[in-house]
């Protein structure tokens, strides 16, 4: 019976492994293909989010019940809270200071967000 076990554990750690080596290899792939920093951007978000709680899953699945497990669980609830949150705050620090998308038909965002703010401005930056 414990060899049962074992395989069903090697086999969803092996799909979690998987998952999270798709999931890495699109956004590594997004990051030197995309055309600009915010699709960049997306891309690094797919990386750190889904690809690193997938592998955590599957580190999961081969620790067993034990404080490993515990402690890659808390790292998993880690990442799942400060990567987005860092996304974020690098997204909104680009828009503030006036890094638009490339591809942008109509900007409609000035009217509720700031191009500037005085928290922002980098420099030595000279506007040309």
């Known amino acids: 019976m414990t060899g049962w076990l074992e395989l069903i554990r090697d086999i969803a750690s092996g799909i979690a492994f998987a998952g999270g080596s798709v999931f890495i290899l ?5 990051l030197l293909r995309l055309p600009d920093f915010w ?11 889904l690809g690193a709680e997938l592998m955590l899953v599957g580190m999961m699945f081969q620790a ?4 490993a497990t515990v402690k890659l669980a808390l790292l998993g609830l880690f990442i799942a809270i400060t990567g987005p949150t860092a996304t974020h705050a690098l997204a909104n620090a680009a828009f503030v200071t006036g890094l638009r998308p ?16 005085t928290g922002a401005e980098t420099q030595g930056r000279d506007e040309r």
């Open 39 to 49: 699709a960049r951007l997306h891309a690094a978000g797919i990386i750190d989010t």
């Open 102 to 117: 490339a591809r942008l038909a109509k900007d409609e965002s000035h009217s509720f967000i700031p191009v500037s703010s």
């Open 26 to 30: 699109i956004g590594a792939l997004g």
């Open 64 to 67: 067993g019940w034990s404080q």
